[in-house]
């Protein structure tokens, strides 16, 4: 049975900082290419990065490059996502999933990815 359970979410006042963890469990985790996507009310589930199995290619969203920063370690089958410099418009849940098979291509497209957790709130106020 897969798990992927995220943490490290919770509320900051704009400028700060959170860093978001996804444990996987059930999978060959270096088999995965992961990512981090954000839903906020009323919105789309939108894509904020990807990373490869071995993390050395990465992708982002332009609205966050330069602020958050993806990572995994897969001698603890975990995905981080450092995020810095938060803004208000960063406010959502925040959930990770894996995906079998090539990285990059659409990474942005939920589809595209065969498990999901259960997500972590994060909200920044101004």
């Known amino acids: 049975q897969v798990q992927l359970v995220e943490s490290g979410g919770g509320s900051v006042q704009a400028g700060g900082s959170l860093r978001l963890s996804c444990a996987a469990s059930?999978?060959?985790?270096?088999?995965?290419?992961m990512g981090w996507f954000r839903h906020a009310p009323w919105k789309e589930r939108d894509g904020v990065s990807s990373i490869s199995w071995g993390g050395a290619s990465t992708l982002y969203v332009d609205s966050v490059k330069g602020r958050f920063t993806i990572s995994r370690d897969n001698a603890k089958n975990t995905v981080y996502l450092q995020m810095n410099s938060l803004k208000p418009e960063d406010t959502a849940m925040y959930y990770c999933?894996?995906?079998?098979?090539?990285?990059?291509?659409?990474?942005?497209?939920?589809?595209?990815?065969?498990?999901w957790g259960q997500g972590t709130q994060v909200t920044v106020s101004s």
């Open positions: 059930g999978l060959t985790f270096d088999d995965y290419s």
């Open positions: 999933a894996a995906r079998r098979g090539v990285h990059g291509g659409m990474w942005w497209v939920p589809m595209e990815y065969n498990y």
